[in-house]
């Protein structure tokens, strides 16, 4: 009964402390736009109702793509038939689950509703760890590659520091004994979870693949929100990828909030030499695009769910 009693006052502390985080970091963005009504003014005009839907368009195509490959490594630990719809589904709930604190609820919201489908819960947390691990292996070695070659900060210290986090990284990935351990300790599960060599340079050049479709979608919105031609590619993309995984590894904040996009700013600041003012309302201007988009894609695939089932 205490042990019932003092987990309970532990969410409801977490809940009220997040709840606080949220209303700093909201109230933070409120109090910054109204003092550069301006500046904000002049990003909104920039961004034409092309450049809008180019940007709703590419997240789409990035969260079908996420959808697809996720499921895909669903299927290599339990298999299963589902309709596509289904799928997408899914995969939203789950996604969506990130806006609250830790990563467990993301992986509950997908058990919940594959469970109706015969989907074991050691085989969905199987699968959820090796997509937030494949996730966060994916934005490093995208973030790390592209940093490589931003001509603005271009030096031999750089690419030795490139090199080395790409060649750590790659030897985490290959002997993730530690990773294996943890799976087994979340998952209850037993048995041996280690992916063959194969099966892992596989989904791990989709989740690259995937990590720079995001940069890419950042990069068309830093195009259509600004006029400085610093933004380039490689910038947006290492600046989006290396943002997003301090974002993920931010368990306090729902989905990294605010912690990834004063990451955005900073990288922003030092790469792209953009003054604070203009990074702030590009990197929350870019949260608030892609928040829209996903409940925009989560709408249409709930819709399409529905009717698949009648």
């Known amino acids: 009964m205490s042990k019932t009693t003092d987990v309970g006052s532990k969410t409801a502390a977490n809940r009220i402390l997040t709840t606080l985080y949220l209303l700093i970091v909201v109230g933070f963005v409120v109090w910054f736009v109204a003092g550069h009504l301006p500046q904000a003014k002049g990003l ?22 996420s ?21 997408l589904y899914v995969f939203m709930v789950g996604y969506l689950g990130r806006y ?10 997908r058990w919940l509703s594959l ?20 996730g966060l292996v994916g934005m490093i070695i995208a973030g790390a590659g592209f940093a490589i070659f931003i001509d603005t900060i271009r030096s031999e210290y750089q690419w030795i520091l490139g090199l080395l986090v790409l060649l750590t990284t790659v030897i985490v990935v290959y002997t993730p004994r530690t ?10 599960t037993n048995g041996n979870l280690l992916m063959p060599a194969k099966a892992t340079s596989g989904f791990l050049a989709c989740y690259i693949a ?18 400085s031609s610093s933004v380039t590619a490689s910038v947006a993309i290492a600046s989006v990828c290396l943002s997003s995984v301090l974002g993920m590894v931010s368990l306090f904040a729902p989905s990294g909030l605010g912690v990834r996009e004063g ?5 922003l600041g030092t790469w792209a030499h953009l003054d604070t003012t203009h990074a702030v309302l590009l990197s929350f201007s870019y949260r608030i695009v892609l928040v829209v988009a996903e409940f925009i894609f ?12 009648r």
């Open 179 to 188: 990773f294996v351990w943890v799976l087994n300790v979340i998952a209850k």
């Open 115 to 134: 469970q109706p489908f015969g989907y074991r819960r050691g085989a969905v947390f199987a699968a959820a760890g090796y997509d937030l691990f494949f």
């Open 44 to 65: 909104l005009t920039k961004l034409t109702v092309t450049a809008g839907m180019a940007v709703l368009g590419l997240s789409f195509c990035y969260f079908t793509m």
């Open 100 to 109: 609250i604190p830790g990563k467990v609820p993301m992986v509950i919201g």
């Open 298 to 309: 989560f709408l249409f695939v709930f819709a399409w769910h529905k009717l698949h089932r």
């Open 210 to 227: 995937m990590s720079v479709s995001y940069g890419c979608v950042f990069y068309v919105f830093c195009k259509a929100a600004t006029d």
């Open 263 to 267: 990451a955005l700013v900073y990288l």
């Open 67 to 87: 959808a697809l490959v996720w499921s895909k490594l669903q299927r290599f630990f339990q298999a299963g038939n589902l309709h596509i719809s289904q799928w």
